[in-house]
């Protein structure tokens, strides 16, 4: 919501409400205003704008913005609002509008222009084609202010002109082109300017803009002090930069359009009509003694024939002589100085206004819309205000009857519109008095008896015409009109006037009395030129300048008249006048606070003429005569609505009933208002301005409501979004807390399912690896090698003979344990075959010699050589002799060993043989050839046995020596079979009496003789024992030496 609501305006923002209703309020009103910066107030929807001379910061984007979107009277008064009600209208209601831009020199009216151009190209379409459009259209202004604008007294930058530009729109909105009128270029300033003032802009952009080498182009010189038509005085202009300007012209020319040859030849032109100025003109007599005149120094003439492609004989004879011409002859007249300068000047002046036209026209070129679609348009005029100077000529005369015509159009289509108003709304209207300008109007341009018509007749009429004949007729035709006023009529009604001069006259303006002196009022409206001047300009090589001329082409001569400059001036504003009442005219009244161009300074007395004839209070006065103000029933109750609780804040009834509402709640009498068909009707500017009041007391009220809502509103808001950001927050930290938790225990349990996974895969797995492989691969070729060897020695068996020891070597070291185990299995295995296959014989012939061994194995040098001899027993044959077979007596059982031995005589060391049998239970001993007693030893006797070490068979039998053999003592023996003798006897006293028989083996051993002993001791002979020789050699009584070879 805009501030500015709620802002008290100061002073009224539209004069309608200003109460008293006189000139001394509304000029107070307007100065305060103006002293607060406040340039812009409204009469209804006219728009009084008082020239800041400064800038103010209330133009721009921002602020067009802001006008674009709200409605005229929501913000403070604004030139923008003005051009966003025509524009908008224009647009959306299909209306053609103009804005009509009046007031004084130096008001503001071409800023104003600018500003609503500006405007209107910021709202309406965009587009690459659209910008284009825009871009010339406002780049149209700084060429004709370059051309047509000049500094005066009053402003600096002066428009010289009056200009009426349409601006094209199509059905959108969006520009298309548009098309400029100018009115009455002041073109006498190209020749002479008043005291401070300056010639147009070009000619001092030109000299201070162009670069060396184009001034040389165009033969000018840069200072500008040289050039007679320049006025020395004024060169600068504070603030204005003419070099720049220059160069912001030639760009706009050529966005325009201009070629870069248009635009030097428009320079040529007017270095041209510089150049003109400096063309002196000297004394020179005929030789019939008529003064002439001639060139007084030639190379200006040269130069400028040089620079458009002229004659300079030509030009000088164009500009000193004159050829009158009629349908017989023609005649050449010598031009006095005089004559000569006249005419060099209206060469100037015509050469530049007509140059000033070009452009114009050349720019309409450009802008022009070539589409056959309809348009809208929009007219911007900007034309000059009523000009009240010391000396008032025919161009005053002229423009203040413009501005009269542009008063009447005000004053029609404001009451027309007024009036139509209160007829279409069924509002009962009286008519109210205002002044009627068109008798004005009438004096001015009456076809036959105006000002204007006599003036023309003035011109054409043949005979002596003087401007003095001419104010003569004015006397005499208005004599008796009450708004004109001369000398002649003065002194008729016999009043007495200092201020009325002798060739003057006075017109009664709408805006005020105006004196005009008649001098050059012919000439100026005659406006004519020399034809051989024209002739001369067409003749010119150059392009532009030549076009300048066409009535100089011979082939297009004719003798009539051009129309005169008031009757030109006339048919366009007449033409002006159509096209503005085809349109909705939107006013802008521009007014000038001072003379001084001072910002800040109000000079009441200015601003109070200008108010006068710009007709303010009377607009103001129109404006309420019947209703102050008027609103479609929407638009009020939209603004006033707040003010009943019943419409306030929603309203569902229609329009109109709520507004009855509104102002039947603030008990508005019924004369204060009254109720059209569309809009409510406020009589007083006092009702509004309580309505005014009202509503503003009201929305300071509703802005509390709103600032109380709003901050509350603003704080719980604020409050919940705190909360949720809170729950968010903690939701989120939470909800991140156990995810990470989450993300940490599942990071785990699938660190340990991996684990186990992996570890129970490996397990699975573990044969398949490569670290178990060498081992599979060695287990396998292992076995595959134990196989091979086991196979191979299955073949490569050695034979299961015992006695073969052999076995095949293991092939590899390692099995060097298993073969040898193996060897001795097998070993035992084959021994116990062995042992299976023998008969209990064989058994029992082992078993002896197993015994044998036992006693006698590593013992006896004789026992290896007993192993392989079978034992026999019976050494002498005794089963086949039966006399042999009675020595064993009664004996029961078999003979276990029969032999023969050696006995030893102990007492001699003798040796005899006897038969030695042994039994199951005795040893018997018995003579071979005498049948001697034989001595018979029960094995239990036997107490044990001695033998040697030695090879020998000597034995001795020691008996126990309780036996009944035993006296006799112990028995030495030599048997031939020691070994098995001894190893059958030690079994058969085991199997006999259960005990073991000690078998001594030993060298040294004693033997019982009788009652005793002999020592026996054997030795080891040199022979080495291996005949088994015995020789026993007694030694001493006791002793008994055995020598063993
Ligand atoms: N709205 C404004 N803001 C600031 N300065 C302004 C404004 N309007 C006018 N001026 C000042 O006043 C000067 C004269 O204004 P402008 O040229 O528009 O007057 P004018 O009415 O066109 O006069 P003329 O009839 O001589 O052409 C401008 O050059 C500018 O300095
Ligand atoms: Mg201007």
């Known amino acids: 919501m805009d501030m500015a609501f709620l802002e008290s305006s100061i002073g009224v923002e539209d004069l309608v409400l200003l109460e008293p209703l006189e000139e001394e309020s509304l000029l107070k009103n307007l100065q305060l205003r103006y002293e607060n910066k406040e340039i812009y107030t409204y009469i209804g929807n006219v728009l009084v704008s008082v020239n800041p001379y400064q800038e103010l910061s209330i133009y721009g984007p921002e602020f067009i913005a802001k006008y674009q979107d709200y409605t005229f009277y929501e913000l403070k008064p604004h030139i923008y609002a003005l051009a966003n009600v025509a524009y908008q209208s224009l647009r959306d209601q299909d209306r053609d509008q103009c804005i009509l831009i009046t007031g004084e020199s130096g008001a503001g009216k071409t800023e104003a222009s600018k500003l609503v151009m500006s405007y209107v190209a910021a709202v309406c379409g965009k587009g690459e084609q659209v910008n284009s459009v825009k871009e010339q259209l406002l780049q149209s202004n700084p060429v004709l202010e370059a051309f047509g604008n000049a500094k005066t007294i009053r402003n600096n930058n002066s428009s010289r002109f009056g200009k009426y530009m349409d601006i094209e729109f199509d059905f959108k909105g969006s520009p298309l082109g548009g098309d400029i009128t100018n009115y009455l270029l002041e073109k006498s300033r190209v020749v002479k300017q008043l005291e401070g003032e300056r010639n147009f802009h070009i000619f001092y952009q030109l000299l201070a803009g162009a670069d060396a080498q184009l001034l040389k182009a165009l033969k000018l010189e840069r200072d500008s002090s040289g050039y007679t038509y320049l006025n020395r005085e004024a060169p600068r202009v504070d603030g204005m930069d003419d070099a720049s300007n220059f160069k912001a ?283 051989d001047l024209s002739q001369a300009m067409w003749k010119a090589r150059h392009p532009l300048l030549r076009s300048l001329f066409p009535e100089g082409d011979p082939k297009q001569a004719s003798l009539k008249r051009p129309p005169t400059a008031g009757a030109q001036f006339k048919s366009s504003v007449a033409i002006l006048m159509k096209n503005l009442y085809s349109k909705n005219p939107n006013y802008i009244r521009c007014i000038k606070p001072n003379e001084h161009q001072r910002r800040a300074q109000f000079s009441s007395e200015l601003v109070a003429v200008q108010a006068r004839y710009l007709g303010l209070l009377e607009n103001v006065r129109v404006r309420r005569a019947g209703y102050a103000y008027r609103q479609a029933y929407g638009a009020f109750l939209e603004r006033y609505r707040l003010l009943s609780r019943s419409t306030w804040p ?154 073969d020891k052999t076995w095949p070597a293991a092939p590899y070291k390692y099995f060097s344990t298993a073969n040898h185990e193996l060897q001795k299995l097998f070993y035992r295995w084959k021994c116990k075959k062995f042992r299976d296959r023998l008969s209990p014989k064989q058994v029992e012939t082992l078993r002896e010699k197993l015994c044998a061994s036992e006693l006698f194995k590593g013992k006896k040098a004789s026992y290896p050589q007993s192993v392989p001899i079978p034992f026999y027993g019976d050494y002498i044959g005794l089963q086949r002799n039966p006399k042999l077979q009675q020595l064993k007596g009664g004996e029961e059982g078999p003979v276990l060993v029969a032999e023969t031995v050696m006995k030893v005589n102990r007492g001699n060391g003798k040796t005899s043989s006897r038969i030695l049998l042994l039994t199951k239970g005795h040893v018997i001993i018995t003579d071979t050839k005498n049948s001697q007693p034989k001595t018979v030893i029960a094995l239990d006797s036997v107490a044990r046995v001695s033998v040697t070490s030695f090879k020998d068979g000597l034995f001795s039998l020691h008996l126990s020596e309780l036996s009944s053999v035993g006296s006799k003592g112990d028995f030495l023996l030599v048997s031939e079979h020691v070994v098995e003798l001894l190893t059958k006897m030690y079994r058969a006293v085991l199997d006999a009496t259960q005990r073991q028989l000690p078998v001594t083996v030993t060298e040294e051993f004693s033997v019982r003789f009788k009652e005793s002993s002999v020592a026996v001791k054997v030795i080891q002979g040199p022979g080495g024992g291996g005949k088994r020789k015995l020789s026993c050699k007694k030694k001493g009584s006791r002793c008994l030496e055995v020598t063993v070879q």
Request: include cysteine; charge should be positive; aromatic fraction near 10%.
């Open 650 to 803: 929603r309203w569902n009834g229609g329009e109109r009933e709520g507004v009855e509402k509104v102002l039947g709640d603030l008990s508005m009498s019924s004369e204060e208002r009254a109720f059209g068909k569309t809009k409510i009707f406020i009589r007083s500017p006092k009702a509004l301005f309580y309505l005014e009041e009202q509503r503003r007391l009201r929305l300071q009220q509703l802005a509390t409501l709103i600032q109380k809502m709003y901050r509350g509103w603003r704080c719980r808001i604020h409050y919940q979004l705190m909360r949720k950001s809170q729950i968010l927050i903690s939701s989120w930290f939470r909800g991140n807390m156990q995810r990470k938790r989450y993300e940490k225990m599942k990071a785990s349990a699938l660190l340990i399912q991996a684990f186990v996974r992996g570890w129970k895969a490996r397990k699975n797995y573990r044969k398949y690896f490569r670290s178990g492989a060498a081992l599979t691969l060695a287990n396998f070729i292992y076995r595959s090698i134990a196989q091979k060897f086991l196979l191979r020695l299955k073949d490569n068996l050695p034979s299961t003979s015992i006695l």
């Open 249 to 531: 012209l030639q760009s706009a020319m050529i966005v325009i359009g201009f070629s870069e040859e248009e635009f030097r030849q428009v320079l040529e032109v007017t270095a041209m009509v510089l150049k003109l100025g400096n063309v002196e003109l000297a004394d020179e007599f005929q030789a019939n003694g008529v003064p002439a005149s001639g060139i007084r120094d030639g190379r200006g003439v040269q130069e400028i024939g040089e620079l458009v492609g002229l004659n300079s004989v030509e030009l000088e004879r164009a500009l000193c002589s004159r050829t009158m011409e009629t349908a017989k002859e023609k005649v050449v007249t010598a031009l006095s100085v005089i004559q000569a300068q006249y005419a060099r000047d209206a060469l100037a002046k015509n050469i530049y206004s007509r140059l000033f036209n070009w452009i114009v026209t050349r720019i309409n070129e450009s802008i022009k819309v070539d589409t056959g679609e309809k348009k809208k348009v929009m007219g911007v005029l900007d034309i000059y205000g009523f000009e009240i100077l010391e000396d008032n000529s025919f161009e005053q005369f002229v423009i203040n009857y413009c501005n009269e015509k542009l008063q009447q159009v005000f004053i029609e289509l404001t009451l027309k519109e007024e009036q139509e108003e209160y007829k279409r709304e069924g509002i009962p209207w009286t008519k109210v008095d205002y002044f009627d300008n068109g008798i004005i109007c009438d004096l001015i341009e009456h076809n036959q008896r105006g000002i204007l018509a006599m003036l023309d007749e003035e011109c054409l009429r043949p005979g002596v015409v003087s401007d003095s004949t001419f104010l003569a007729k004015l006397n005499q035709l208005f004599s008796k009109h009450e708004h004109y006023e001369s000398k002649v009529t003065q002194n008729a009604q016999r009043q007495y006037d200092h201020s009325m001069g002798l060739r003057c006259f006075r017109i009664c303006h709408y805006a005020g009395k105006v004196t005009y002196n008649v001098n050059s009022f012919i000439d100026k409206n005659n406006d004519l030129l020399f034809r």
